[in-house]
């Protein structure tokens, strides 16, 4: 029974580790100016290489049009 009691024991512990190595994620957070106006989905590509941060930029960056991004402004992306 001590046994089975410490392999349970294990499990649970291996598991827990797991969940913290995926919560403890590091996010890349940087600001950038764009010169000119665009979308959004082609700013967040153009810094991040991939589409799939921008409803969070969109969402962050408080942007009413995501098709029609203001050029001469401070944005915020968060890669995670």
Do not use: C, M, W
């Amino acid at each position: 029974k001590s046994r089975q009691s410490l392999l349970s024991l294990q499990a649970k512990f291996l598991s827990a580790i797991d969940d913290a190595q995926d919560s403890l994620k590091l996010k890349r957070k940087f600001t950038f100016e764009s010169k000119k106006t665009f979308p959004s989905l082609a700013l967040v590509y153009d810094k991040t290489e991939q589409i799939k941060f921008e409803d969070d930029f969109v969402a962050r960056n408080k942007i009413r049009h995501p098709g029609h991004v203001t050029g001469g402004t401070q944005y915020e992306i968060v890669e995670f």
